[in-house]
């Protein structure tokens, strides 16, 4: 049956068409897997293994002495730069505002073949540390507004080099959706005291039927209303604005909790290509109420069309319910 | 330079990084360039080609009698059904709706190999008032909000048959990205008196730097603020609030224009995918002073990744000024 789900936070509509509806086994059957373990675990030609370190764009490499185990480079082709100077102008009836901002890699290991499904708890919460780092650095330029946080995995996902990287990009504006975001948050709240995603949570570990993994601090489910097929939230169980706001036991849990749910898509999957976003409120926002940081996990399984573009609404072949089974199922 | 550009209907943000700039002449390079001439008029496999007309699924053919030009179909996997009952209830927390709607398939041609830029500015008539006649149908069933006209060419951007086909959605609700976009526009109009659209496009018209082509009542530009390369608006000059609201005479220019705007892309990115959309008020706004339809056309040339999925903001490698003079350039 086909039905209309609205995601509570955001207030969007997907169609969820489970009468087109694909299997979740057929996704995996799709795909191409990758059996990273064949391949070189060094790359003389890329730019992010060990040896080929370009250092006049390092910015920071944890740790700082020994063999780096992460490192945050500029982007060799940024789109934006620090050192440009803040104008905000007209250009006749348009507003324009200089490219300023950061736009940085997080070489997230040594090792060319590896990726975070593979890498251990340790290993990625130095990576969530490396952010955690450059966030409060980013964050302390005043001319910054907002900052993402963001991976891409696989072509499909947008990723032009195999070696396991992160992004973060830190902007002089807050964009226009999540500032929409914000107002349907703060609309929730107003209306009924309490945050949004709080509740969500709440009723997803009441449900059940959509968890993928919980731990001690925090809840990994496939959303109500999801947009396309695995389509994962991990929210903190502990209501904070922003993952700066972490705690280390929190980053800790964080490692574990990513790692899990990344194996599950990467052994039930095969290895998706997908994008991971951390989705934290702009660094301005004082208010502690209403919105809730999150990670957001988008395997890329399946394709936008004029649809999306001319709606923004999405149309989801599959059960979230049946792709948390799935998840849940995998051994691992 | 790299520099942030807002998009003044919509209030969105692109970064345009002409620092990672591609030449418009790349993209045409990139891409594999498609023969529609060497490919059969006719493919015995293919649902929509004469000979192989499914009579159950369709709903009208234009002329009625004799050979058809186009036909409508309902879609054989819908994503929504018109014979639902449109029901609203809670599930838990969550806000439900029966997958109440329309979903058909628009074949624009009886030539399987032919697509927009091949086909005559009379046979695009046909197409579009193809798509008015539907559109006027569709709005007569009250359970209807909004109606979506768009079309997919290419695997890239969704097609996944290569007759040329449109689709047409009619949904029981407002998208929440509609919704924003219906505010933005109503807050440019309380404070300044005029539609935001018909401001941007008389500017166009002066500036001249971004138009692609230009007739008695249409204007075709790449946006400003383009989210990515070659992204086209084509509006009506004449102020209205919807696609259904059109003269005939508006309708034959519109045919004109899109197969001259279709052309350029066609023989300048060699046949590149793109998506196609009519972007129009929802079926129950009564209010002609703020809103204004147009024709969207987003060539498929660039990918989304992390970023645009996190921030809503996309980074536009290329810009809007080159591209429009691309396309002006292009020999047809």
Redesign the interface.
């Known amino acids: 049956?086909?039905?209309?789900?609205?995601n509570?936070a955001?207030?969007?509509?997907v169609?969820?068409?489970s009468?087109?509806a694909k299997r979740p086994d057929d996704y995996a059957d799709a795909q191409e897997p990758v059996i990273p373990e064949s391949e070189p675990t060094h790359d003389p030609d890329c730019p992010f293994c060990p040896g080929n370190e370009e250092l006049d764009l390092e910015i920071v490499r944890m740790p700082s002495t020994g063999l780096w185990q992460t490192r945050v480079v500029r982007n060799k082709?940024?789109?934006?730069?620090e050192s440009?100077q803040l104008t905000r102008t007209f250009?006749?009836?348009?507003?324009?505002?200089?490219?300023v901002g950061y736009h940085e890699i997080l070489v997230e290991h040594p090792l060319h073949n590896t990726t975070l499904a593979l890498m251990t708890p340790a290993e990625i919460e130095v990576m969530l540390e490396t952010f955690y780092e450059r966030g409060w650095s980013i964050r302390s330029d005043s001319r910054i507004e907002?900052i993402?946080?963001?991976?891409?995995h696989g072509e499909q996902?947008?990723?032009s080099l195999r070696h396991p990287h992160s992004?973060i990009?830190g902007?002089?504006?807050v964009?226009?959706?999540?500032r929409?975001r914000i107002e349907e948050a703060r609309r929730y709240f107003d209306d009924n005291g309490e945050c949004v995603f709080c509740?969500?949570m709440r009723?997803e570990l009441e449900?059940g039927e959509r968890l993928v993994a919980v731990s001690e601090h925090f809840v990994a489910f496939t959303l109500?209303?999801s947009p396309s097929p695995f389509h994962i939230w991990i929210l903190p169980r502990q209501h904070s604005v922003s993952f700066l706001y972490s705690q280390s036991e929190e980053m800790a849990d964080l490692a574990r909790i990513l790692q899990e749910v990344m194996q599950r898509l990467f052994v039930g999957l095969r290895d998706p290509a997908y994008?991971?976003?951390?989705?934290s409120a702009p660094v301005k926002e004082i208010s502690n109420d209403y919105l809730h940081w999150y990670v957001?996990i988008?395997p890329r399984v399946s394709?936008?069309?004029?649809?999306e573009?001319?709606?923004?609404?999405f149309?989801n072949p599959s059960l979230p319910e049946d792709c948390a089974e799935f998840l849940r199922k995998v051994k691992i």
Chains 1, 2 share one sequence.
Request: charged share 20%.
């Open positions: 049956m086909t039905e209309l789900r609205q509570m955001t207030k969007e509509w169609v969820i068409a009468e087109r082709y940024p789109a934006l730069s440009t250009d006749g009836v348009h507003r324009l505002l200089s490219g907002q993402i946080y963001f991976k891409n996902a947008g990723a992004q990009i902007l002089p504006v964009p226009t959706d999540i929409h509740i969500m009723d449900k109500y209303a994008n991971l976003i951390i989705r957001t988008v394709r936008t069309a004029g649809f573009l001319g709606s923004g609404m149309i």
